[in-house]
């Protein structure tokens, strides 16, 4: 969080499993801070329960990625999101 702060990064890749803090509230955070709210942040995950998958998105990521990643399409989800649309 204070790396994206100081940073302000064109993309975050955000893994949901974090020690001390999930990835849905660290997007929270970001969000509701004016300087970070408008990164596009991609939720990369080893979650692909169709209930976890519907959770990250309805979270307000820009793009959901599943591990093991498939190149093209984390390349795909990353060119979206920085052109400004959804994965």
Known sequence: MRLAR???????LMDIQLPGINGIEALRQLRADGAT????VLAVTASVM????????QAGFDAYVG?????????????????????
């Open 6 to 12: 100081e940073k302000l990064p064109d993309l975050v």
């Open 37 to 40: 709210a408008r990164i596009p």
């Open 50 to 57: 169709e209930q976890d998958r519907r959770q990250i998105t």
């Open 67 to 87: 591990k093991p990643i498939n190149l093209k399409e984390f390349l795909e989800a990353v060119r979206c999101a920085l052109e400004g649309g959804r994965a």
